[in-house]
Every structure is written in structure tokens, then in C-alpha cells.
């Protein structure tokens, strides 16, 4: 069964003014596609037909003959992830066993924003910074191009996308700002607390 | 002395409709300058700060560990970008002329053979990069891609045209259509610039 574009959990335009459905056209309509499209073609035939995205994931990372299988699969999977890490009225603080995981682990509030701006704004080139669980830890981690946090055993609770494509036409060069109106507007907590309670 | 961004050799609306004003005033102004301004922090103060940027990224193994990452992107940022403005021009494209037409046709076969080895290069960049006309160590021509600001010079490699894939080189006029940019930056090279470059390179 080949994979299928997942539709936006939201309408394109329900994340104006802050993420444009200009940039969804694109980010959803061409280069997510782009990436199922391309795992369907190199799926066909291949030992991975009737794999699930995160099987090929996990069989292909590392494997420097299997590079395409991986980025595609991994930015299919990271793009889905990331739509539901936004949410139309998001941002701002977590509440409840979340916020006080987040304070727990990094001071508080304002010290994890920081820590994850940092992560974000400093992953030079293409890539993806995260809120991930490691153990029992919560930890901020950035990782290049496709790279996803199941490979290192880690389990994925938020991201921002920091390849050019995911902000550029909103904020061209100024990926601080996309970065710091993610967190003040676009962060979808609900999806978060939910990821963290099914982890444990 | 501190490195310092020149100005662009042409104006900001000379590539247009190939390259678009407002991508050269983002690529020139904020992202050429970023890299010149972190270049500048990075080496401040330290043994290097007046060695040539070129430098910098041949001797990059040797810098230490605590200013090599920071020169490996800022450097190369610095040093990519200024050989990518002076390898563009208006009325440009068409094809190389004498010695470099030459050494193209024997490294590649034909000047449409070079061109597709680039293309190709700059499209099988997965993620930020180069794709590079380069001059070996013996003189021979060659093709590859670099991921994000690498440079050739650190791998021993003189390059002589660059080709920026990086998505702020053209997602605001060609969005995910890379390709469609690649096959438009033929219509920009300035050969008589790479040309001077081969002879510099040749030494």
C-alpha cells in the first residue's frame, strides 16, 4: 500500500497571519508530497513494500546505501509530526503535568524557550530542533537535514522545522523570529501532553 | 583586520529575471552579512584573525577546536559568497571560450556533459550545499556537491564556480522548483570571471 499525503489537521489559512497558507501551499502541497511521492516510487519492488514508515525509518538509518529511503521516509514522517505541533491559538505556556515536566527539567518556562530557540536558530544549514524524551529525561536536541529522533532512541514531542523552506517566504532570513513565533502563537501543548502520556 | 563584505559588482536588480532584486538584496545584505559578521567574532582576538579568509578554510584542520566549527560555516559562507557574486553577471551565460572550453571538453566530454554533471550535483544536494567547477591538485577539472558552507579549499580543491543551492539562493522566486533555478543560473555565469579563475587556479 503506497503512503498517502495526510491532509493538514487544520484549514491552510487557520494559522495566519503567523504561518501563511502561501507557505502551506508549498511546505504541505509540494515538498511533503514530494517526499511521500518519491518513498512511494523507491518503495515499489524494494524489501520495504509493506513496511510501516517507522520500520523503514529505523531499518534504513545509518545505512549509506538506503540514503533515499531514509530522507524521504523521515521527512514524511517529521513534516506529519510537525503540523500537529501547530494549532490555531497555540503557543504560549503548557499547563498542567507538562508545564511542571518543563520546569523540572530546565528551570522553567522561560529557560526551555530559550534552550529550544537556541536549538533551533542554531542548527546550521537544514534541519529540525526538538523537545524529545530520552529515558525519563526531557531533552532539547537539534538534528540535521531528515534526521529524526527515533533513531537515537528518543521519543519526539515537539518540533520546529528550520529548513529555509519552512519559514522563508513569511520571514526569509530572520529564522529567530519564525523560531520565537512558533513558540509565542503556533505551539499545539494539547499534542504535546498527549505525546508525552503515551510515551510512558 | 576584520573581513569585510564588498559590495556587489553589479546592482541588485542585474540578474533579474533569472535572479530576482529581492533575493539579491536577502542573499547580499542579511545572509552575506551574517557569515562576514561571524567570520569577524569567531577569529577576533585569536592567532588568525588576520590571515586570509581562503586560509582560514585550507588550514582548517589546524585551527583550534574551539573557533573550527565556527569558522568551517562562517568562513565558508564568507568565502563561497564572494566567489558567487563575481562568478555571476548580466549579459552573461552561453558557453566558456579557449583553454577553459578545452579543459571542460576533456574533463567531461562536452560543455552539455559539464552542465549536467553540475545540474546534477546541485539537484542530488540533499538538505543545504554547493555544487562546485573545482581544480584539483594535478589541474584537472572537477564536479561535486559540499553539504551546507563547506568549502573545496579544505579539501585541498581550488573552486572556480559555485553554484549556491542553499533554499535562500532561490526559494523566493522558485520556491521548491530547484530545478528550474539550476537551469536558470546557466543564463548568469559569467565565463570570462571563471575563466580568470582557471588561470588564477593553474597558478
Known sequence: MPFELPTLPYADTALEPYYSAKTFSFHHGKHHKAYVDNLNKLLSGSPFEAASLEEIILATA???????FFNNAAQVWNHTFFWHCMTPGGGGRPTGELAERIDAAFGSYE?????????????????????????????????????????????????????????????????????????????????????????? | ????????????????????????????????????????????GTDFENLPAEELLTQLDHLPESIRTAVRNNGGGY????????????????APSGKLAA????????????????????MGRF????????????????????????????????????????????YLKYQNRRADYVANFFHVVNWAAVAKNFTAALG
Open chain 1, 62 to 68: 545509518g545505512d549509506g546505501t538506503k540514503v533515499g
Open chain 1, 111 to 200: 529557560k526551555f524557550a530559550e534552550q529550544f530557540k537556541a536549538a533551533a536558530v542554531g542548527r546550521f544549514g537544514s534541519g529540525w530542533a526538538w523537545l524529545v524524551l530520552d529515558g525519563d529525561a526531557l531533552k532539547i536536541i537539534s538534528t540535521p537535514n531528515a534526521e529524526t529522533p527515533m533513531t537515537q532512541g528518543k521519543t519526539a514531542l515537539l518540533t520546529v522545522d528550520v529548513w529555509e523552506h519552512a519559514y522563508y517566504l513569511d520571514y526569509q532570513n530572520r529564522r529567530p523570529d519564525f523560531v520565537q513565533t512558533f513558540l509565542d502563537q503556533l505551539v499545539n501543548w494539547e499534542f504535546v501532553a498527549q505525546n508525552l502520556a503515551q510515551a510512558k
Open chain 2, 1 to 44: 583586520m576584520a573581513y569585510e563584505l564588498a559590495p556587489l559588482p553589479y546592482d541588485y536588480s542585474a540578474l533579474e529575471p533569472y535572479i530576482d532584486t529581492q533575493t539579491m538584496q536577502i542573499h547580499h545584505d542579511k545572509h552575506h552579512a551574517a557569515y562576514t559578521t561571524n567570520l569577524n567574532k569567531a577569529v577576533a
Open chain 2, 79 to 94: 568565502v563561497n559568497h564572494n566567489l558567487f557574486w563575481a562568478v555571476l553577471g548580466p549579459n552573461a551565460g552561453g
Open chain 2, 103 to 122: 579543459a571542460i571538453d576533456a574533463a567531461f566530454g562536452s560543455f552539455d556533459a559539464f552542465k549536467e554533471k553540475l545540474s546534477a550535483a546541485g
Open chain 2, 127 to 170: 538538505g543545504s550545499g554547493w555544487a562546485w567547477l573545482v581544480v584539483k591538485p594535478d589541474g584537472r577539472l572537477d564536479v561535486y556537491s559540499t553539504a551546507n558552507q563547506d568549502s573545496p579549499l579544505t579539501a585541498g580543491d581550488k573552486p572556480i564556480l559555485g553554484l549556491d543551492v542553499w533554499e535562500h539562493a532561490y
